[in-house]
Structures are given as C-alpha cells and as structure tokens.
C-alpha cells in the first residue's frame, strides 16, 4: 500500500510502525536515500574505533514536528505523532537494524569483568550539562569536545568524560513538550537535546575523546521515563504502551476511591488511605519498603493516580501508575508479558553506543527494576529482587555484546551490591564508603569508614569494583541503608560500645547533619537523602566557617590542602577515580535566593550546581546558557591553574601520575589495619592486577584526616618484615618494616603519603 493510501483504523492494529501521514515532511531527501547502495548504507567510512551506527539506525526514525489539530486519542495524527517520537518506536527500529548482525557476536558479555573497564578508562570527569558555561553560542557538547578541554584534561590526567544526561527529557502536554522535573533524568527521547547540541556533535566529541587517548560515557534510565510520548500513548491505553510501565488500570466504578485531579495537572499521588484502600482491592500491591524523596503534602507513597484520558478506542481510562522518584518519572514495569519496557531501555543502550558511539553507560538507579506483594501487613519487596538482578544481567550483558561496559548507580546493601555486580554492571558506584570519608572529615575521626572498608571486603566487595567519586550534581548521600536496613538486628563495636546498625546509621546522619547544617546556612538537607553541598563547601563547614562570604584568600589553601586529600584517599586505591567541574574549579555553593524557583518543592540539591567556567571561555558570563548562576570558585579556571605548580589541578595531576605509574587502579585492597590515632587511615594494597597467584609489589596509601600533624605508627601483616619503605612522590626513604611488620610515619594537617615497600635485597654468597 502506498503511504498516502493509509486508513484511519491502521493507527490502532498491526505493528507499531505506522504509515506516515502526508505532512510538512521533507520527501525529497528520501527518494535520495532510495538510490544509496547496500554497500554504502552498511560500509560508511568511520574513525578508528569500530562504530556500527549505521547498523543501529540509519536515520529510519522520522519525527512530525507540528499539528493543529486536537491533542488526544480521538485524533489519529495526534497518536502517530506521539508514536513516531516515542522511544519504544525507536527501539523497535533499532532492534530490527541489528538483529542478526555479526558484530553481537564479537564479544563475551556473560561476567562483568571491573578490570577490563578500568583498563578503558579510570579517571572520569563527570560533567553536568545544565552548568557548564561555554562560549557565546557554543553547545555544551561543542564545549566539550573542545581539543584544548582535552589537552588539559590530558596534563591533569583524565581519561574520560561522563556527558550526565543529554537527551530529551520531562514531559509532553498535548501538543508542547514540558521541561525535566529532575535534572533530565526523565527522559522521553533517543534525541539529543537541541539545549546541549546535536547528534553530529556527540558523535565529535567522541572522536577527540579517541584522539587523546579518551573516552565518553553516556547514561541511560532502566528504572523510569518521564511523560513523554510513551506514558501519553499508555494513558490511552495504545498497543503495548501501557506494558512499558507498573500502571494499573482502575475500573470506573472504583473511580471514586481516586483523588481528584485539579486543573492544570495530570496527576495526583496518592496519600497512604488511599495506597491502603486500593491494595485491599486488588488493583497494586501497596506500600513499597521506603518512600524515596518523601514530602509531606507532596509525596507520600510511590502511587500516583491519573485524569481522566481518552484512548484511540474512544474508551476513557483512569490509572495508578508507581514512581520510585518524583510523579513525573513513571516507573518501568520489567517483567510485563508485552516486555515493552524491557525493548525501550535496551534500543535507548544501543542508541548511544552505536549510533552516538560512547564506550560506556551509567545505569541510573537501577536497584529499582522489580516489585513483588509481600505477605498481608508488610510492605512490598521492591529492594533487592531477584528481577532488578535479572534485568541488570540483560542490560550490562547487552552493553559487553556489543562491546561497552556499565557502571551501576545501586545506594543499597553491601550484598545487593555485591550480588548485583556477579552478573551485572561491571563498576558501581562507590555508595559503601562515600558517606564514610566524609564523616571522617566533618570529624577529624576514620572510625566509620574504616568500619564501612573492612565490611565491605568481608562481604566480597573489593574496591576494584567501584567509582570513587567526590561531588556529583547529587547530594552528599547519607542514607546508609547497608546498616539501617538489612543490618538493623546487627550489632556493631563502635567507639567502645556495641550498637545496633540503626543507630550507627542514625548517629552518622547526626554528626554530618550537625557540622555541615547546623551553624552554616550555606549547606542545605536534602529531604531525607543527604545534604546538598560541594566539596569545597564541605570543607569549609569542616573548617568552622559560618558564611561563604567569610572566605579569603588566605583561607584557600588550607580548603585546597583538604581537598586534595579526598582526592588522594579517593584515587590512591583501587577502582575508578572520578570529580566534577565543580570540584576542578572550586566551587562554593549558590545562595538559594539565586536558585529560589528551584528549589521552592523542597530540591535543594540546585545550591550545589553553580555555573563553571573550565578554560575561562566567557569570563564576563553570569549564567550558564541553561540558566544555572555563575557559583564562587576558589581555584579559578584550568589553564591558568596548569601554570601554577602550587595548583589544585597541578597537584591532583602529581597525585593522578602515582596512581597511573603503578598501577593501583586494577590492584588488590587487603588489609585496612586498625590505627593508633584516631584520624589516620591506612589501605594496604598488593600490585598484582587481579592476580593474588602473582609476586607483586606492596603498596601502602596513608592518610591523615585531622586538621593537625599526625604521627603514628603503620602496622599490618601484610607487610614484609626488612621492607624499606619508600615515599614515591619524592623518592625518599621513610624508614624501615621492623620484626612486627609496623614502621612510623608522620603527616602534616590533611596530609597524603603514597609508599612504596622495596624488600630487602638477599646477601650475596
């Protein structure tokens, strides 16, 4: 049938692949496409890294941009063209482009293998696209794919940009898109968004990237979308739509047991009553184990219902659709026999490594893939099941198929951790010891994460495993739900006493809540997560210091000096080492007045995400081209940083060029022996890369976390007994491992020492 001889019923049976409609279309540039050949349509030419873009997509995805006529599911065009920008669309012609191509077959894909990603890249900068300042009109990909971003990223060591999230995000209202109601990690699109550039400049800055030695990492979001063109298409309840997502429909005669939607939203979330009522009759299974961003009047329970919406069918629905996060990112329902949801994640996946052609993605909050009712009066299981494990195989298995790898997001318990990383995400997100270093810090005290370090190798986690970060566009995570969960009948020696996981969770969240909020209006809590702050913020709660406005010049190096331990604490062990712009330039927190549209529900995480200029590109620049205030800074742009060897960036490039000469990223953590001052720290690690079978040098990282010199004594069985220890950033000798394998060190206020043990050599004769 010829594709202007449609009938109106082809919108509603059959494949998703409807006929296009007669429109503002650009058909000449089609006929030209007809007279490619095969050769060149599956042959283009490409840089040096293998791309198969061209077997992924093929530019077969056709978007309707405008239409005056009626938005909603009696008006057929307004569906397709719903349908046509719909993500589930796009992965079904992405799927279609691969299958049965050989290069799924060029990879294994069934282990996560840590190392293998390390060797890729192991230093990330983690970017966040809403607070780069570029030059007047220059994208924020432009802006990254810039060669003198990446020659500086080169001196100071970094190997790889994480990009955040740049594809569309938020939402759709009739005929207008909405903006991202959680820093477009509600996503709608395989497009890029045309605020942060262009496909073609995606595609750019991952050839640079090759070109020094780099690579990009992408994200995607198998735990929810935001309301696009798929929620509206399963709202009118259209082909498989509906089965992207945990949506129940609710029968007319129950329409009464929902809350009314006022004027001007598409949803209400339900108050616990309600919750309640609605799983006594059958249609969700209820209360969820937490709330996660829980708000009073705001969010009370993981349900929304929607209004009224009419589908192609004529017939009208009302639903209760689940939300781990806020209502605007519905949730992914991975185990609906339609596996629509399972089919719109893995062709997002593909999208980026293929067609934009990123090494690697970020699983967002991928803890979150499975729900299960419980028995009666419990909640249900949505933490930890075995289906987020399963789906996770798929994702990750997927991604080394075609040969990328993942890194999970996963804030859950030691062994949810563990358990999802033996057949998933090949790094995750180093959730265990993050809150730890931080509290050691804020209390000039390593007790907590020492606790946290040794739990996590007893439970099977080493570092190898894990992205060790300092700031994020996130908060600084608190939550520590490996002790307030799981662990809560747990008892645990802590300082002199035994206490329950609980209220060692609960004691922690205290002592960071009270140094970094308690005497400072600058550091702000984050509902029930964390606290929104910078690194440099932190320090400066850690330091005393009551206003931003207070800081001087004199007062930047003793923050620089602590920063730069956090730098070294992170990246002198194994695993991924990875720091934003924000911590590259120093970055204060924003008054909230600046940010007061923001963070008016309750997100005060917007504080932390000031605009930063890295090469001093626009010094006269207030905002960011997204909008986000121009933040403080405290260290000043790179290139003028790289000049000054006293810099925080010529320093952190010292500290990145110890990790990188003996390899630490892919060693062996085995001992974190107990101290005798209480703010040292000390990570034994064997050289070896994975191989415990292997002679292999010892390395030994020690840290002092107090604003005082320290002297103590560094003793573990690890070590070599004659040992001579040697300090590698100077190449001075220390001292010696004496009988009962110790030797003595001393650290100034926040300082770093990276050892070397050089065994005695054997007498001759």
Not at 245 to 262: A, Q
Request: proline share 6%; aromatic share 8%.
């Amino acid at each position: 049938m010829a594709r202007d001889e449609h009938r109106p019923e082809d919108l509603y049976t059959g494949p998703i692949d409807l006929p296009v409609p007669d429109t503002t279309e650009d058909e000449t540039a089609d006929s030209e496409k007809i007279g490619i050949s095969y050769d060149e349509q599956r042959y283009p030419a490409r840089p040096k890294r293998l791309r198969p873009r061209d077997q992924f997509r093929g530019g077969s995805v056709r978007r309707i941009k405008t239409d005056p006529r009626t938005a909603n599911g009696t008006n057929p065009s307004y569906v397709e063209w719903l349908v046509r920008q719909s993500m589930l669309k796009d992965a079904d012609v992405l799927a279609r482009q691969l299958a049965g191509q050989p290069a799924m077959w060029r990879n294994a894909y069934a282990r996560p293998d840590a190392r293998r990603a390390i060797a890729t890249s192991d230093v990330w900068f983690t970017a966040y696209p809403l607070s780069l300042i570029t030059r007047p009109g220059e994208s924020f990909l432009a802006a990254l794919g810039d060669e003198e971003l990446w020659t500086a990223f080169e001196r100071v060591g970094i190997t790889a940009i994480h990009t955040g999230p740049v594809k569309r995000a938020g939402g759709i209202a009739g005929w207008r898109e909405t903006p991202s109601v959680d820093g477009h990690f509600d996503r709608i699109s395989t497009e890029i968004d045309p605020a942060f550039g262009t496909e073609e400049e995606f595609r750019a800055l991952c050839d640079v990237a090759d070109t020094h030695g780099g690579s990009v990492i992408d994200d995607i979001v198998p735990g929810h979308t935001g309301k696009g063109a798929d929620f509206r298409l399963a709202e009118m309840g259209f082909k498989d739509y509906p089965g992207i997502y945990h949506m129940v429909e609710v029968l007319p005669e129950d329409w009464g047991l929902l809350p009314d939607v006022p004027e001007g939203v598409d949803s209400v979330n339900l108050d616990p009553a309600t919750e309640r009522e609605l799983a006594e009759r059958g249609y969700i299974i209820g209360a969820l184990q937490r709330v996660i961003f829980y708000t009073p009047g705001v969010k009370e329970t993981n349900w929304s219902a929607t209004a009224p919406v009419i589908g192609p069918d004529g017939a009208t629905r009302r639903w209760v659709y689940l939300h781990y996060f806020k209502q605007g990112q519905p949730s992914i329902n991975w185990l609906d026999p339609t596996f629509a949801g399972m089919r719109l994640v893995i062709g997002d996946a593909l999208h980026s490594l293929g067609e934009l052609g990123t090494s690697a993605l970020r699983l967002d909050a991928n803890g979150f893939l499975g729900v299960e009712k419980s028995a009666e009066g419990l909640p249900a299981w949505s933490e930890g099941h075995p289906l987020s494990h399963a789906a996770n195989h798929i994702i990750a298995g997927m991604v080394r198929k075609v040969g990328g790898f993942t890194f999970q997001e996963l804030n859950l318990t030691i062994e949810d951790i563990r358990d999802t990383a033996a057949v998933g995400a090949d790094l995750s997100y180093d959730f265990i010891a993050r809150p730890g270093y931080h509290h050691a810090l804020a209390t000039g005290r390593t007790e907590f994460l020492r606790l946290a370090l040794t739990t996590s190798l007893e439970l099977g986690v080493q570092p190898v495993q894990l992205v060790h970060g300092l700031q994020n566009h996130d908060e600084l995570t608190y939550e520590l739900v490996h002790w307030a969960t799981r662990h809560g009948d747990d008892l645990y020696r802590f300082r002199g006493e035994e206490i329950t996981g609980p209220e060692l969770a609960e004691l922690v969240r205290a002592e960071l809540t009270e140094v970094l909020t308690g005497a400072v209006e600058y550091n702000r809590v984050f509902t029930q997560n964390g606290i929104a702050c910078t690194t440099t913020s932190l320090i400066a709660a850690t330091r005393g210091v009551a206003r931003l406005d207070d800081i001087t010049d004199a007062d930047v190096p003793v923050i620089r000096d602590a920063h730069l331990l956090l730098c070294a604490y992170n990246a002198w062990q194994p695993g991924v080492f990875a720091l934003s712009g924000w911590d590259l330039v120093g970055m204060l927190t924003l008054p909230s007045e600046q940010v007061t549209d923001l963070v008016a529900a309750g997100d005060t995480r917007w504080i932390e995400r000031g605009a930063h200029d890295l090469l001093d590109v626009d010094p006269g620049a207030t905002r960011s081209a997204a909008g986000m205030p121009r933040g403080r800074a405290l260290y000043g742009p790179l290139p003028a940083q790289l000049e000054d060897p006293g810099s925080f960036a010529t320093r952190l490039a010292g500290i990145l060029d110890l990790r990188r000469r003996y390899g630490i990223a892919t060693a062996s953590q085995v001992d974190i022996p107990e101290v005798a001052h209480p703010g040292m720290l000390v990570l034994v690690h064997r050289l070896d890369d994975g191989d415990a079978e292997a002679p292999a040098p010892m390395q030994v990282t020690v840290l002092n976390f107090s604003a005082e010199p320290t002297d103590g004594t560094v003793r573990s069985d690890q070590l070599v007994p004659h040992s001579t220890v040697v300090d590698a950033a100077s190449g001075d000798t220390v001292g010696r491992v004496d009988d009962l394998r110790s030797f003595s060190v001393s650290l100034p206020a926040y300082g770093a020492l990276f050892l070397m043990l050089e065994p005695d050599e054997p007498a001759a004769g």
